[in-house]
């Protein structure tokens, strides 16, 4: 929290540790704040410790933007302008912002720093929907934080899909099931239950039996027997 929470002016203020302090924090959460969607709280616990100059809406597009073209090899991305973006995202046209977004980067291979990570879980945690399709390529990029932040990225997303979409979304999780990477298997998983994706209990099945990572093999067995109780039930998955 003391990371979190301190001031700029510290000498040894590092703006990714503060990003990343709070989704630490967010693991540790009391049950009570369990029920907010996920990213919520630490995202809340950030703007409230945004720098001066972020009160209203005025350049926070712009401001992004810029640290957009301007990130290089040398430096990751401020997040405080995305995290202001969400802070005012009543006030934002978030599909003009994906529109800018995407004549920047490419999704699928972009391998500046971690500009393409940040910018996938900007569009997942605001929900753009046009977005989707460049999501579900983030899930080919080869380095794995942007396979795993587009895997869960896919699940936040939530909204109804068509019968197509749906499709292209439930093979892409799936294929993530066996990724190197744990926290991408993972987040697959989370998200095939996100999206009640009924078919997928077979699937799961085969992850769980090569699953050696026991918290990844746990969070697939959860979301397996919840989609075995929602097919029960009569649920129905993420199509309209």
């Known amino acids: 929290m003391n990371t979190v929470e301190s001031p700029r002016s510290d000498p040894g203020f590092d703006i990714r540790a503060w ?11 009391p ?42 090899l040398a430096r990751d ?22 529109e800018e977004i995407r004549r920047v980067i490419e999704f699928s291979n972009d391998t500046v720093r971690r500009r393409c990570y940040y910018c996938v ?39 109804k899909m068509s019968e197509q979409e749906f499709r292209e979304v439930v093979a892409a999780l799936e294929n993530r099931l066996d990724d190197d990477y744990y926290r991408a298997r993972y987040h ?9 994706s009924l078919e997928s209990v077979e699937r799961l099945d085969k992850a769980i039996a090569i699953e050696e990572v026991r918290y990844v093999r746990s969070e697939m067995e959860r979301v397996r027997e919840f989609l075995v109780q929602c097919s029960s039930q009569g649920h129905a998955g993420g199509m309209s």
């Open 19 to 29: 990003w990343e302090a709070a989704f630490s924090l967010e693991k540790l959460t």
């Open 77 to 98: 991305m401020d997040m405080s302008n995305a995290i202001a973006v969400v802070a005012h995202k009543s006030s934002i046209d978030v599909g003009e912002l994906f």
């Open 188 to 196: 697959a998983a989370w998200s095939l239950g996100e999206i009640k």
């Open 31 to 72: 049950p009570d704040l369990a029920l907010h969607r996920r990213g919520e709280w630490p995202v809340s616990l950030l703007i409230k410790n945004l720098p001066s100059g972020y009160e209203t809406p005025d350049g926070t597009v712009q401001r992004f933007l810029t640290d957009l073209t301007s990130t290089s």
């Open 121 to 159: 879980w900007l569009c997942g945690h605001l929900a753009i929907p046009q977005s989707r399709p460049q999501i579900l390529a983030a899930t080919l990029h080869p380095f794995a934080s942007v396979r795993n932040i587009a895997s869960e990225s896919l699940g936040k997303m939530g909204g």
